[in-house]
Nanobody
Framework: QVQLVESGGGLVQAGGSLRLSCAASGRSFSSYHMGWFRQAPGKEREFVAGIRWSGDSTRSADSVKGRFTISRDNAKNTVYLQMNRLKPEDTAVYYC???????????????????WGQGTQVTVSS
């Protein structure tokens, strides 16, 4: 069992930056792929970025490429999402998630992830 707690959300002006953190409990964090998802009001939850258990491979959605960077520190059981050049359309609740599967690649489907945090609100004003 893994518990995930996100932090770092808030209100920021367009063009600004935020860094989200997700702290995980449990001994198996370093063996899980990790992902960030977001959900805006009235929309489905969507993949934002993911990182392999080892940190040597990442993937991200086209909408955030070049602006958001995912990273992890396995010694601290923490995954991060650095968000730069934020846009109003980035406004959403952001969730981190853990994929305990043994496949070699990072997956972008919500149903691939086994554990979820409670989410943190990110609001970007224009």
């Amino acid at each position: 069992q893994v518990q995930l707690v996100e932090s770092g959300g808030g209100l920021v002006q367009a063009g600004g930056s935020l860094r989200l953190s997700c702290a995980a409990s449990g001994r198996s964090f370093s063996s899980y792929h990790m992902g960030w998802f977001r959900q805006a009001p009235g929309k489905e939850r969507e993949f934002v970025a993911g990182i392999r258990w080892s940190g040597d491979s990442t993937r991200s959605a086209d909408s955030v490429k070049g602006r958001f960077t995912i990273s992890r520190d396995n010694a601290k059981n923490t995954v991060y999402l650095q968000m730069n050049r934020l846009k109003p359309e980035d406004t959403a609740v952001y969730y981190c998630a853990a994929d305990r599967g043994r496949q070699p690649i990072v997956r972008n489907m919500t149903n691939a992830y086994d554990y979820w945090g409670q989410g943190t609100q990110v609001t970007v004003s224009s």
